[in-house]
Structure formats: C-alpha cells, structure tokens
C-alpha cells in the first residue's frame, strides 16, 4: 500500500523557519518525482515545488522562490520542505504528493500539515 | 506562466443530475491537464489525467475532455458523494505546474 506521511508543520513567528517531512512507503520512492502543494485555509490548491528522482531538478512556485527549499533523502524514503524567511501569507494545509509522469498527475497524497505563521 | 481559470465558481445540482465544468488555459496545454475532487479536510485525489483517461478507480460517470486550452469536467447521474471542489491542474509547463481556482459542486 502506498504510503505518504506529512509532518513538521506547526505555528512559527513571521520572518521564522520550519522544515516539513514527507515519509513514504509501499512504491519505488528513489524512482518517482515529488511534489508539495499547499492550500490556504478557505482558498484553492497552490502548487510548490516539485524535485525529480536523484533531487538534480527542482523547480518552484514564483511566491515561494528563493525562500523555500525542497529536497530529499532517498535512503530515507523522505521529502523535504525547508522553509525560511515565513510571512502570514504562507498560512496554509502542506501536502506532498508522488508525481507520475507522463502528464505529471499527482496520484498519491500525504494527509497534509498544517503551518500558521502569525506574531 | 501559464494561468488556468475554471468556470463556473459553484454549481448547484441534484444527485441524478449531469453536470459539466470547464477549465482554460492561458496558452496551449495539449493534454497535460488534470482533474482533482477535494472534499474538505482532505487531500486532493486524482480523478482524471491527461485530459481523458480516468484514474484506476474512479466511476466511469467521471470523463474529461478536450486539448489545447479548452478542457471541461462531467459527471452523469451525480451520487451524494460527489459533492465536492474540483480543481484542474497543467502540467505542461515543468517551471510551474499550475492549478485553476477551483468549482465548488453544492447540492440543490
């Protein structure tokens, strides 16, 4: 059974850090691309970043680059998100997500980590 | 970047119903497009990739349709359990896959 398991998130002050976990089992974890996608509370999916097999291509949403950093650990079947220079609009449910390509369709998901930044 | 933009926001319908949504692109896609129902507080999952073919299973009441940058959504006979938010998602553009705002499907 495929298994995607998001930790880390919690409340953290503005301009603070957090680093995200994704653990994951039951497929070819050093095999797949992964994504993270985030959801503001009440508002829509808004893509992160994504990061291909042996972490050498990774690509990023314009309102997180240059703070954020996704990486991975493939002999720890892990993800990572690391997050820096946090501000109020960086509220939001975490999820990572297993990347099928072609066409790229996010098929298994994590549960989701909840992330607040506020003062 | 490439924008995706669905309509409507929110469909009221009852279950039997059929019902369809539409997603474009600011610019061609073909048919690296996909289609996610999210109920709240839970993940996304994925119902249709690459613009037609429906993810192992989901009910073949879902289809997909179209290339390029016009795509739509239906559901024939809608069932209580399909009432959700539906959110499109390119992937053609490896820089930045982008997903539409979401049509939130509510019961009449």
Redesign the interface.
């Known amino acids: 059974e495929v298994l995607l398991v998001d930790s880390g998130g919690g409340l953290v002050q503005p301009g603070g850090s957090l680093r995200l976990s994704c653990g994951a089992s039951g497929f070819s974890f050093s095999g797949s691309w992964m ?1 993270w ?1 985030r959801q503001a509370p009440g508002k ?4 992160v970043a ?1 990061i291909n097999q042996d972490g050498s291509e990774k ?1 990023y ?2 309102s997180v680059k240059g703070r954020f950093t996704i990486s991975r650990d493939n002999g720890k079947s892990s993800l990572y998100l690391q997050m820096n220079r946090l501000t109020v609009e960086d509220t939001a449910m975490y ?1 990572c ?1 297993r990347v ?1 390509k ?6 298994y ?4 980590t909840l992330v607040a930044v506020s003062s | 970047d490439i924008q995706m933009t669905q309509s409507p926001s929110s469909l009221s319908a009852s279950v039997g119903d059929r019902v369809t949504m539409t997603c474009r692109a600011s610019q061609s896609v073909t048919s690296y497009l996909n289609w996610y129902q999210q109920k709240p507080g839970k993940a996304p999952k994925l119902l249709i990739y690459a613009a037609t073919n429906l993810q192992t299973g989901v009910p073949s009441r879902f289809s997909g349709s179209g290339s390029g940058t016009e795509f739509t959504l239906s559901i024939r006979n809608l069932q209580p359990e399909d009432f959700a938010t539906y959110y499109c998602q390119q992937t053609y553009s490896s820089l930045m896959y982008s997903f539409g705002q979401g049509t939130k499907l509510e019961i009449k």
Do not use: I
């Open positions: 994504t996608v829509g999916l808004e893509w994504n690509y949403g314009d999820f997500a099928q072609p066409f790229a369709r996010s098929d998901w994590g549960q989701g």
